[in-house]
């Protein structure tokens, strides 16, 4: 069965980092495009950037770019999400999903990790 | 970038036709046929239901389709049933910095 599987809930202090996880099963992880959504509470999906596993090209929407890291490790097929100091309004629930098997569409998604970042 | 612009709710009687507006500009929508449709239930995870313009992943219902003109695309839900109650949301690849942008979503409601 393809599928994702997204590291557990995080609650977390403004300043601190935080390192989210997305590890794919039943295809070739290297042959896909993995990317990452944010999710505000009681907002709508926000497209923040996409990493190719196979040769670890990323890519990052204007909204996002210097914000986040996008890494991914292909001797465990996961892909990562980063911060480097999280702020309150990083406060989310974020999905990866997979792209390349249709083109340009996310056929495969986790099943989201929620950030909390609250003082 | 700015997201693709969505009405924000419509709604229709179970057995009707509805249709979600997707609006972009000729760098997205206009330019190309990359037009995604997703389905999000609440506290649920999105679901694909429209790849490239009009083509349905296996195991979507043919209930669901997709379409453009010009600058617009639409998704059009016929046969309206209550499980269809949901937010639905659009993206288009655009050219701006060559990679996707999302609609602002539109919640559909089932009278």
């Known amino acids: 069965e393809v599928q994702l599987v997204q590291s557990g809930a995080e609650v977390k202090k403004p300043g601190e980092s935080l390192k989210i996880s997305c590890k794919a099963s039943g295809y070739s992880f290297t042959n896909y495009w993995i990317g990452w959504v944010r999710q505000m509470p009681g907002k709508g999906l926000e497209w923040m950037g996409i990493?190719?596993?196979?040769?670890?090209?990323?890519k990052y929407s204007p909204s996002f770019q210097g914000q986040v890291t996008i890494s991914a490790d292909t001797s465990s097929s996961t892909a990562y999400l980063q911060w480097s100091s999280l702020e309150a309004s990083d406060t989310a629930v974020y999905y990866c999903?997979?792209?390349?098997?249709?083109?340009?569409?996310?056929?495969?998604w986790g099943q989201g990790t929620v950030v909390t970042v609250f003082s | 970038q700015s997201a693709l612009t969505q009405p924000a709710s419509v709604s229709g009687s179970p057995g009707q036709s509805i249709t979600i507006s997707c609006t972009g500009t000729?760098?997205?929508?206009?330019?190309?046929?990359?037009v995604s449709w997703y389905q999000q239930h609440p506290g649920k995870t999105p679901k694909l239901l429209i790849y490239e313009l009009n083509n349905r992943p296996s195991g979507v219902s043919n209930r669901f389709s997709g379409s453009k003109s010009g600058n617009t695309a639409s998704l059009t839900i016929s046969g309206l049933q209550a499980e269809d109650e949901a937010d639905y949301y659009c993206s288009s690849y655009t050219n701006t910095n060559s990679l996707e942008v999302f609609g602002g979503g539109t919640k559909l409601t089932v009278l």
């Open positions: 999903a997979r792209m390349g098997y249709y083109q340009n569409a996310f056929d495969i």
């Open positions: 000729s760098s997205d929508i206009g330019g190309y046929n990359f």
């Open positions: 990493i190719y596993p196979g040769d670890s090209d990323a």
